[in-house]
């Protein structure tokens, strides 16, 4: 047994994973982004057309660059 996860989508980058996993008859954890539901609601349909679960991320969601690099005593 195993699973899988997405995280951050969907956005149309996503659309050749949900294609391929409906190909191949898998499925998987889809955890969204709420602001990426609403502007590309096609990928959206899509992910929920294919199966599996769904689960939202956050609303929006910042990258955030770090200034240095971690050390250990951080």
Sequence with gaps: ????????????ASIPLYNFLEKENQTGTHFLIGTNVVDYPDAFKKVLDIG?????????????RRRR?????A
Excluded at 1 to 12: K, R
Excluded at 69 to 73: A, W
């Design 52 to 64: 599996g679960h769904v689960a939202v991320h956050t609303w929006s969601h910042p990258y955030v």
């Design 69 to 73: 690099p971690l050390s250990p005593e």
């Design 1 to 12: 047994m195993y699973a899988i996860n997405f995280d951050d989508g969907p956005v149309p």
